[in-house]
């Protein structure tokens, strides 16, 4: 074929009309409370590069809390403005949903990262070394454990400050992750906050080996989770022929007009949708530590920086749930049936495994560990409950569990002894006498734990089991009351341990924290006795943020 024709082929096909690529329709103000905590994570990135060693801390801290400040104000605008009610719709052409639940789990997540980063950024506990304070994070990452290298740099005076851009990175993860409106959005999500924690867990100044194991046990079990739910997405894209929620739900439903051919044999098949949303939600479960996906949880808490034990401790389990009660809410109500009794199977021996283990265990972290399992289980009773109600009681509970969680690991790096944070419940004997306030703050939390009333603890579970019990789950709220019962009996004995126990004279000391974590510690009483004395106001602002844009 010669030159002129080819080209004369060219020309007719450039002539030909053409369907024009349109430009993606982004609504930057709706999304801007992620856009700028990642935009802050890049930023900390920058910091780390150009700014000198001596300064770095003090600008990471402020561009992290500043950064967080102005995406909770954002979010608290975006509900103003009624995206949170009559306004509630899907930006970002179908990627992220701006609705109540949305935005009132981006705002816990927010809060509670802020708090979670003066923990991080706590400098006053460990004793001086070599003319330098220190913070919970090792001197240099990147050196050997006991190596010369990490001697080095810890005379230098070197600090990890990577671990704010970290934390921001994970945060803003952890805001897509409940938003999410779509399967990849989702997923990206996933592994955008999964990371950094893998990196923070392994970043302890003391123990380091110990928190290395940590590190490398998460990463490796997430690796896994994560190939399931991608493995899941992949058997439900097979099956709608969409990774959108709406245009599955409608396939689940049966509300499909139009078929794309190459899909129309395998659209449909039950043992698709069946599989792939086994898988996924599979996946969700492992970040909630729901037990039989929990074994990762108390070697993780117990191995990994106190600070980043309390917050992947509190943020991870509302992003996931709140990702969880979109998927379960959104995409399958027409799949009740098949789901809800294998969650309220899940969700029974969540609540017991937590409460039963926990009673065995002699490290607090550990014990705060199994204590955070049960928790799973007590607010999947919500998941279940598949009414209204049940989305607000588990918005409500996982505020006020977010913040009691802050709290009572903040309270955990204050008892010291030569070895560091002295987290033995033997050393806790007698705490209450060697220093009242700290013990009656610890208490505080513990029997937020334990659901006692005029605690936020209390509030969230009742709110919790009326929403089971009137969803018609009232087998699950025997069972959580039981747990609950299992469960006080160990929250109360550390509260004996510190108050009517004799201190041993080789005992820990309780370091005196600057005024971050004291703000940190303070937040989560205030939090605690606020929600539990007068809940109503917090449970109606879940109430009017527990309907989901579909």
């Known amino acids: 074929m010669s030159a002129s024709a080819v080209h004369s082929l060219w020309t007719m096909a450039a002539t030909d009309p053409i369907d024009k690529i349109d430009a993606p329709k982004i609504e930057y103000g709706q999304l801007s409370p992620m856009l700028i905590v990642i935009g802050a994570a890049v930023i900390g990135v920058l910091i780390e590069a150009f700014v000198p060693r001596k300064s770095r ?3 990471q801290l402020f561009v992290s809390v500043v950064a967080l400040a102005a995406a909770f104000a954002a979010v608290v605008g975006l509900a103003a403005r009624g995206f949170g009610t009559t306004k509630a719709q899907i930006a970002a052409m179908g990627a992220i949903a701006v609705d109540g639940p949305a935005l009132f789990l981006q705002g816990t997540i927010l809060l509670a990262g802020i708090v979670a980063i003066f923990t991080f950024a706590e400098r006053r506990l460990d004793p001086v070394t070599h003319g330098n304070r220190v913070d919970s994070f090792v001197a240099q990452a990147g050196a050997v454990p006991g190596s010369e290298g990490e001697q080095a740099a810890t005379k230098a005076g070197f600090a990890t400050t990577e671990v704010f ?18 399967l990849l959005t989702l997923f990206i999500a996933l592994e955008v906050f999964s990371l950094p924690l893998y990196l923070l867990c392994a970043l302890a100044r003391r123990k380091r080996l110990m928190s290395q194991e940590a590190a490398v046990k998460y990463f490796l079990l997430g690796a896994f989770a994560s190939a399931f739910t991608l493995f899941g997405i992949a058997l439900l894209y097979g099956y709608a022929g969409s990774v959108s929620y709406a245009t599955i739900a409608n396939v689940v439903e049966g509300n499909v007009k139009t078929v794309d051919p190459a899909l129309a044999d395998t659209m449909g098949n039950d043992a698709l949708l069946l599989i792939g949303v086994a898988m996924v939600v599979m996946g969700l479960l492992f970040k909630v530590g729901a037990v039989p996906f929990h074994m990762w949880t108390p070697d993780v808490y117990q191995g990994a920086p106190t600070p980043v034990t309390g917050f992947m401790a509190a943020a991870t389990k509302v992003a996931a749930f709140g990702a969880l009660l979109r998927l379960l809410y959104v995409v399958l109500p027409g799949l009740r049936w098949d789901w809800r009794p294998v969650m309220m199977g899940i969700a029974v021996i969540t609540m017991l495994g937590g409460a039963i283990v926990a009673i065995t265990q002699t490290d607090i972290k550990r014990l705060l560990a199994y204590s955070s399992i049960a928790h799973a289980g007590f607010i999947l009773a919500g998941v279940i409950a598949t009414t209204p109600d049940g989305v607000s009681s588990v918005l409500f509970y996982l505020a006020a569990y977010s913040f009691v969680t802050i709290g009572a690991f903040a309270v955990v790096t204050l008892v010291r002894d030569a070895g560091g944070e002295a987290t033995h419940l033997s050393k806790w004997a007698g705490l209450g006498r060697r220093s009242p306030l700290v013990a009656a703050v610890f208490a505080v939390f513990l029997l937020a734990f334990a659901g006692i009333p005029l605690t936020s603890g209390f509030a969230g579970k009742f709110a919790v089991f009326k929403a089971a019990a009137e969803g018609g789950a009232g087998a699950l709220v025997v069972v959580g009351v039981l747990s609950s019962a299992i469960a006080a009996f160990f929250y109360i004995r550390v509260i004996v341990l510190m108050f009517f126990s004799e201190p041993k004279a080789e005992g820990p000391t309780v370091a005196v924290p600057s005024p971050l974590t004291m703000t940190a510690i303070g937040v989560g009483v205030a939090v605690t006795l606020v929600l ?9 602002l879940a109430g009017q943020a527990g309907v989901f844009v579909r």
């Open 57 to 59: 801390y003090y600008v």
């Open 165 to 182: 851009p970290l934390a921001l990175f994970a945060i803003g993860g952890m805001l897509v992750f409940p938003a999410a409106n779509d």
């Open 532 to 540: 539990g004395v007068a809940p109503q106001y917090f449970l109606d």
